[in-house]
């Protein structure tokens, strides 16, 4: 976690996320969408995360896409993108299974492979849902300094799904060990997003990161 920030535990437990978007018609603040590289594939490794102050986010492990240009650019900002291949299976049966497979570049990398089956009549608005999606920012480091960058979205449209299959090395790419099913499948057709200007957080005295 960066310096300032702490786990936001659920029920007791803290939460790990691996996560499949496909990015449409991204852009730079307010602008029209960027022909081209604006539309990606990408699929993250995530941990949910507060500020003492309550302020939640999340804190990529890793993000892996498909457009070489995104990886450099966010790379440069402090954001550990990894340029990978990515393959999409979307909806197409009766089922509207949905699904990522990931195979990052290099010999021996890291690599992913995952389904979901929606289960549309079931709208997912418990309280563990709400807690997994329910967040309106990023916590990361740049320069050596804890930032938080916002992004506003309406509240995702969102359904339990279940886990069809699941191989994945991502996490343990990232350091982590996870064992047994996954406790929370989750599918959303998507929302539209916005980013807004990155600020500081704001520590605790004793917390300032060391020069």
Sequence with gaps: MPVGVQPDMFDGSAWLGLIGFRMRNAGIGRGPGIPYFGSFNEVNVRLYSREPDGTR????LSLDADRLAVVVAARSAGVPYVWSRIG?????????????????????SASSSFDVIPRREELADDPLSIH????????????GRPIYVPNTHAPWPLYHATAGSLSDGLVSAAGLTVTGPPESVLYSPGVRTQFGRPRRITLQPGKEPQA
């Design 57 to 60: 986010g999340v804190v990529f």
């Design 88 to 108: 999409f299976r979307g909806g197409d049966d009766k089922t509207g299974t949905t699904g990522y497979t990931v195979r990052r570049f290099g010999a021996g």
């Design 132 to 143: 997994l999606t329910a967040r309106f920012g990023m916590h990361s480091t740049f320069l």
